[in-house]
Nanobody
Framework: QVLLVESGGGLVQAGGSLRLSCVVS????????MGWFRQAPKKEREFVAA????????LYTDSVKGRFTISRDNAKNTVYLEMTKLKPEDMAGYYC?????????????????WGQGTQVTVSS
């Protein structure tokens, strides 16, 4: 059974920071591209960041570049999302996902497995 379990969400003031974690089990973690997506109420799920098996290959949506950093620890089967300078518009449920594909990492349809999400609330 494949499990992706996110943690680290919470309430933070605008300008603050949070670090999300996603622990993965049940698959060969190092072979998967890992992504973070988010979904705010009444909005579609949107891509945030992705990292391929090689930790040097990352992708970000424009609105988080320079503020968010995705990383992974293949020895711990964990992917992280370091979020700084948080804005009210970053408030959403954040989901990690795993994909066997190496391309189209910003597209949710290529992801095979999803976590249940962790909520990030940013107060202004």
């Amino acid at each position: 059974q494949v499990l992706l379990v996110e943690s680290g969400g919470g309430l933070v003031q605008a300008g603050g920071s949070l670090r999300l974690s996603c622990v993965v089990s049940g698959l060969t973690f190092g072979s998967y591209t890992m992504g973070w997506f988010r979904q705010a109420p009444k909005k579609e799920r949107e891509f945030v960041a992705a990292i391929r098996w090689s930790e040097s290959s990352t992708l970000y949506t424009d609105s988080v570049k320079g503020r968010f950093t995705i990383s992974r620890d293949n020895a711990k089967n964990t992917v992280y999302l370091e979020m700084t300078k948080l804005k009210p518009e970053d408030m959403a449920g954040y989901y990690c996902a795993a994909s066997r594909r190496l391309v189209d990492a910003d597209k949710s349809v290529v992801y095979d497995y999803w976590g249940q999400g962790t909520q990030v609330t940013v107060s202004s």
